[in-house]
């Protein structure tokens, strides 16, 4: 089943030391294109939907060369526009043993970051549509993408098109400028339908601290607290990550609705490659498991699965097809001949 899905959001260029140097140890930095929409759009359309991108990208070979990247793995790019302006960058340095890895973001200033909201034509972008994906980590980028995005949000919202939201928190971007993220993120919360988001993120929108309940009791309640304050929200479901060490993870996911819920058992993920979009590759698991007519725990264990596989692959996106997904829900690992 070929379902539209458009995803509107920064695309990035991330820049890496190599293996598990610290940043310009040695004067060198892989390079690979990502963001969290595109992330998400990039697997999609790897699962067999049609999947596109909204957004706007540096005029200059950088641009270029990242939405080549997007058409190369079958990502509907016609709605991305060129402008004036830079490329937003985030810098990676990967962790091991006891020191944790980290971000630095390069973004303030970019051609998303600084394009006025009324650039897009929402009902014209969206058309044909019948799913639109946002992340938090839009409106973190400022005032302008705020709009931009709670303007994408209420005109899906109007349309009738299936609204999804993932929370990303990014509370190094929310610093960066006087926003309010409680009021912004409930504004797109109020047109969304499906959420990935956990306690934590529920707790900032509604500026309540569900971490002192019991740990078994935290996405539930938090979860009928976001019902209750959302109506047109349809499910919440998100991901729990124990951290061993930097490469040794147990990753488990829960899937709420108002009448009940799916809770999946960890799965332990030793040997880490790389974590990067593992979330996205989960929220793209669990969407295609949704619109491919799969029930609610049929979806989430294919989200789950895709989420882990991705740990296993360099990059940002989870570029394989559904068959690799389905072979990473077993136990096998022969080589395939």
């Given at each position: 089943?070929?379902?539209?899905?458009l995803?509107?959001?920064?695309?990035?260029l991330r820049?890496?030391?190599?293996?598990?140097?610290?940043?310009?140890?040695?004067?060198?930095?892989?390079v690979?294109?990502?963001?969290?929409?595109?992330?998400?759009?990039?697997?999609?359309?790897a699962?067999g939907?049609?999947?596109?991108?909204?957004?706007?990208?540096?005029?200059?070979?950088?641009?270029r060369a990242?939405?080549?990247?997007?058409?190369?793995?079958?990502?509907?790019?016609t709605r991305?526009?060129?402008?004036?302006?830079?490329?937003g960058?985030?810098?990676?340095?990967?962790?091991?043993?006891?020191?944790?890895?980290?971000?630095?973001?390069?973004?303030?200033?970019?051609?998303?970051?600084?394009a006025?909201?009324?650039?897009?034509?929402?009902?014209?972008?969206?058309?044909?549509?019948?799913?639109?994906?946002?992340?938090?980590?839009t409106?973190a980028?400022?005032?302008?993408?705020?709009?931009?995005?709670?303007a994408?949000?209420?005109?899906?919202?109007?349309?009738?098109i299936?609204?999804?939201?993932?929370?990303?928190?990014?509370?190094t971007?929310?610093?960066?400028?006087?926003?309010?993220?409680?009021?912004?993120?409930?504004?797109?919360?109020?047109?969304?339908?499906?959420?990935?988001?956990?306690?934590?993120?529920?707790?900032?929108?509604?500026?309540?601290?569900?971490?002192?309940?019991?740990?078994?009791?935290?996405?539930?309640?938090?979860a009928?607290?976001?019902?209750?304050?959302?109506?047109?929200i349809?499910?919440?479901?998100?991901?729990?990550?124990?951290?061993?060490?930097?490469?040794?993870?147990?990753?488990?996911?829960?899937?709420?609705?108002?009448d009940?819920d799916?809770?999946?058992?960890?799965?332990?993920?030793?040997g880490?490659?790389?974590?990067?979009?593992?979330?996205?590759?989960?929220?793209?698991?669990v969407?295609?498991?949704?619109?491919?007519?799969?029930?609610?725990?049929?979806?989430?264990?294919?989200?789950?699965?895709?989420?882990?596989?991705?740990?296993?692959?360099?990059?940002?996106?989870?570029?394989?097809?559904?068959?690799?997904?389905?072979?990473?829900?077993?136990?096998?690992?022969d080589?395939?001949?």
């Amino acid at each position: 089943m070929s379902v539209r899905f458009l995803c509107f959001g920064e695309l990035l260029l991330r820049l890496s030391s190599p293996g598990r140097e610290l940043l310009l140890q040695s004067p060198r930095l892989d390079v690979q294109v990502g963001g969290a929409e595109a992330n998400v759009a990039v697997a999609l359309a790897a699962f067999g939907h049609s999947a596109g991108c909204i957004g706007q990208v540096a005029d200059n070979a950088l641009g270029r060369a990242a939405v080549g990247e997007l058409r190369r793995h079958g990502v509907d790019t016609t709605r991305v526009r060129y402008r004036a302006g830079r490329m937003g960058l985030y810098f990676l340095e990967t962790g091991a043993l006891a020191r944790p890895s980290d971000v630095l973001y390069d973004r303030a200033g970019s051609a998303f970051s600084s394009a006025d909201p009324a650039d897009y034509d929402w009902p014209t972008l969206l058309a044909g549509a019948d799913c639109l994906h946002l992340s938090g980590v839009t409106p973190a980028l400022g005032r302008a993408c705020a709009d931009a995005a709670i303007a994408a949000a209420r005109a899906a919202r109007a349309a009738g098109i299936h609204v999804v939201f993932d929370g990303n928190f990014r509370a190094t971007l929310w610093r960066a400028w006087d926003g309010d993220p409680a009021a912004i993120l409930a504004e797109l919360l109020a047109c969304a339908d499906t959420v990935f988001a956990d306690h934590r993120d529920i707790g900032i929108v509604l500026r309540r601290d569900f971490s002192t309940l019991p740990a078994a009791q935290r996405e539930r309640a938090a979860a009928d607290a976001a019902f209750a304050a959302f109506p047109t929200i349809r499910r919440l479901v998100s991901t729990h990550r124990e951290q061993h060490s930097v490469d040794c993870h147990d990753l488990s996911a829960q899937c709420y609705r108002r009448d009940r819920d799916w809770q999946l058992p960890a799965r332990r993920l030793d040997g880490i490659v790389d974590r990067i979009g593992a979330g996205d590759a989960f929220a793209a698991g669990v969407l295609h498991g949704i619109f491919s007519g799969m029930d609610e725990e049929a979806s989430l264990r294919f989200g789950l699965a895709a989420g882990c596989l991705k740990h296993s692959i360099p990059g940002d996106a989870l570029a394989v097809g559904v068959e690799r997904v389905e072979q990473a829900m077993g136990d096998r690992f022969d080589v395939r001949r």
